[in-house]
Nanobody, 123 residues
Framework: QVQLAESGGGLVQAGGSLRLSCEAS????????LAWFRQAPGKERVFVAG???????YYIEAVEGRFTVSRDNAKNTVYLEMNGLKPDDTAVYYC?????????????????WGQGTQVNVSS
């Protein structure tokens, strides 16, 4: 089964940028639909952005125009480029893949998850 590992989180001031990585092993990322989720303390885990095996990308309104998902097939890695970060972006960010032939927004539809990486955006 494919395994995922996120990295690249950290502390950044509002308006700054971070690039998160989701590295896969034991499987090929381009054969999956993949999503980025985030979870703030005391809140539900929510869909943020995703990329389909066709390379089509999707974003929630809160991050549209600020975040970009991309995939490097040679490195078997998906990236989440985050620009213009806001304090409300503070959360643990997870990547996950689904076996479904679509890109669901519900965490229950994803079968493999990374361990998460913390993003803190200060005012």
């Amino acid at each position: 089964q494919v395994q995922l590992a996120e990295s690249g989180g950290g502390l950044v001031q509002a308006g700054g940028s971070l690039r998160l990585s989701c590295e896969a092993s034991g499987g090929t990322l381009s054969t999956y639909n993949l999503a980025w989720f985030r979870q703030a303390p005391g809140k539900e885990r929510v869909f943020v952005a995703g990329i389909r095996k066709t390379s089509s990308t999707y974003y929630i309104e809160a991050v549209e125009g600020r975040f970009t998902v991309s995939r490097d097939n040679a490195k078997n890695t998906v990236y989440l480029e985050m620009n213009g970060l806001k304090p409300d972006d503070t959360a643990v960010y997870y990547c996950a893949v689904t076996d479904l032939a679509l890109l669901p927004s519900a965490p229950r539809d994803y079968t493999v998850w990374g361990q998460g990486t913390q993003v803190n955006v200060s005012s």
